[in-house]
């Protein structure tokens, strides 16, 4: 009887035969909104569906389909940053964008180095959406960051997720948390002005 | 150079303040500091404009018409499709 009342409930709150129809593209952008690549995407997308299928039992109802299955894909996207981050790689790319910190600021004093001190974009009071080109560096800018990087930045900023959970996830103290946030948004606006003319 | 004097001339660590007020917490005294840094400093005052500007556009990113037109293949979905339909049948 039990297990009868369990699949009806189920299917009254849960329509898999649909999820294709209804969120595959939705959780697709979503996944490469993320990543940035689209074989990843469809990956994760696939992932999330069987998943959700497996785990269809212990959905309680407490949220909307929709929102219940990008949770699903979010926890994904975190395994994918954890991956891409602890790898080989990752020492030898934030060492090298550590190494590009040092020119920023001078060593003694901490001032701006000449070449690198902030010029006005001429767009600081505009709704920076609506500016395609802006949009264009930005996105390209987010991709030369080291993937760790990306990684804490994209999880605070696009999914405002709090500081506690990134650094549990991704593995990160919170003092380095810190460190992370900083570097990475001196590197992204250094790279926006290098190519914003 | 005591430290408010220390703060008042290094944008490394305004910046560091910058970016810690945005998404945390920073003391009353490293408000105050910033604050002094700032009023003197027209460069990190580019910067914090420039870093809010950055941290506003990430958080709309999604709303992108790119992304809200973004779609699978259709090829991809049918497989998925089957793949699901086998899944469920497995489980009933």
Not at chain 2, 3 to 28: S, V
Not at chain 2, 79 to 90: S, T
Request: aromatic share 10%.
């Amino acid at each position: 009887m039990q297990v009868n009342n369990d699949i009806k409930t189920v299917n009254n709150l849960l329509e898999p035969q649909q999820w294709v129809n209804k969120y595959a593209d939705y959780l697709y952008a979503y996944a490469f909104s993320r990543t940035n690549d689209e074989e990843q995407s469809r990956d994760l997308v696939q992932e999330t569906f069987l998943a959700a299928l497996q785990g269809i039992s212990k959905f309680e109802g407490r949220s909307s389909e929709s929102t219940w299955l990008t949770a699903i894909l979010k926890n994904k996207i975190i395994d994918v940053y954890r991956k891409k981050s602890s790898g080989l790689n990752k020492r030898k790319e934030v060492e090298d964008a550590e190494f590009e910190q040092h020119d920023f600021f001078d060593q003694e004093d901490g001032h701006w180095n000449v070449a690198y001190r902030p010029k006005s974009f001429g767009i600081e009071h505009e709704d920076p959406i609506l500016n395609k080109e802006f949009i264009r560096f930005l996105q390209m800018c987010m991709q030369k960051l080291p993937t760790l990087w990306l990684s804490v930045f994209t999880m605070k900023h696009m999914d405002d997720e709090s500081t506690k959970t990134i650094c549990d996830e991704l593995n990160v103290t919170p003092a380095n948390f810190w460190v992370i946030i900083h570097r990475t948004k001196v590197n992204l606006r250094a790279c926006l002005q290098k190519n914003w003319k | 150079m005591n430290r408010l004097k220390k703060i008042a001339y290094n944008c490394k660590k305004a910046t560091f303040l910058i970016e810690k007020k945005q998404i945390g917490t920073i003391t009353l005294r490293e408000k105050i500091e910033l604050k002094i840094h700032l009023s003197g400093c027209v460069i990190c005052r580019i910067f914090q404009q420039q870093s809010i500007l950055i941290n506003r556009t990430v958080k709309n990113l999604f709303q992108l018409p790119q992304y809200k037109t973004m779609k699978l293949e259709d090829d991809f979905k049918k497989e998925l499709q089957q793949r699901i339909d086998k899944e469920i049948k497995k489980t009933l």
